[in-house]
């Protein structure tokens, strides 16, 4: 029986072994458009801001009039109320502190986009400084103006930079 079971596992052990070898690396799936921007503050300082979901309307006023929010961190759900009278929901699907990384999922979105996401990236970059870098995956519509929504959305993560250095500036 003993022999049976050592088998069993060199059989199963090989097995794992070799699936593994034979698997390929998760490639990232570059964002549909980016922007960055260095900010006068630590990594540490922008995330307090960042990750406080209902403080969007403090550094991104130009866009975002007034947030209420469900919960904190992951899956937490805000409603924004967007300067134009629009509303966005925007639930959080990632929410790392220890890299600094955020996402946001938007259910609302006022594009003609099939989906819309942003990832907060906030890097240390130099003395009291650190990149904010800002992800933004999304599609056209069919039948969509797409260079008029691609210009849309990049005025958006332009302004949202615009923003976070502008608050940490004052």
């Known amino acids: 029986m003993r022999k049976y079971f050592l088998l069993l596992l060199i059989i199963v052990a090989s097995t794992i072994v070799t699936r593994a070898q034979t698997m390929t690396a998760a490639t990232k799936i570059p964002p549909t458009m980016s922007r960055e921007a260095v900010v006068n503050a630590t990594a540490d300082e922008v995330w307090k801001v960042i990750s406080v979901l209902d403080k969007v309307n403090e550094y991104n006023s130009e866009l975002v009039k007034s947030v209420e929010k469900e919960g904190d961190g992951y899956e937490a759900y805000r409603l924004c109320k967007m300067s134009d009278g629009t509303e966005r929901g925007e639930e959080i699907t990632i929410f790392a502190k220890a890299t600094k990384d955020i996402c946001f999922r938007s259910e609302d979105s006022q ?27 999304f599609k056209v ?6 260079t008029k929504t691609f210009k849309a959305i990049g005025k958006e993560l332009s302004i949202t930079l615009k923003g976070i250095q502008n608050y940490f500036n004052n």
């Not at 594009?111 to 870098?133: A, L, R």
């Open 141 to 146: 519509n069919n039948g969509a103006a797409k």
């Open 111 to 137: 594009y003609p986009v099939e989906y819309f996401v942003v990832n907060y990236h906030i890097k240390p970059s130099g003395k009291e400084k650190c990149k904010v870098t800002l992800e933004a995956y």
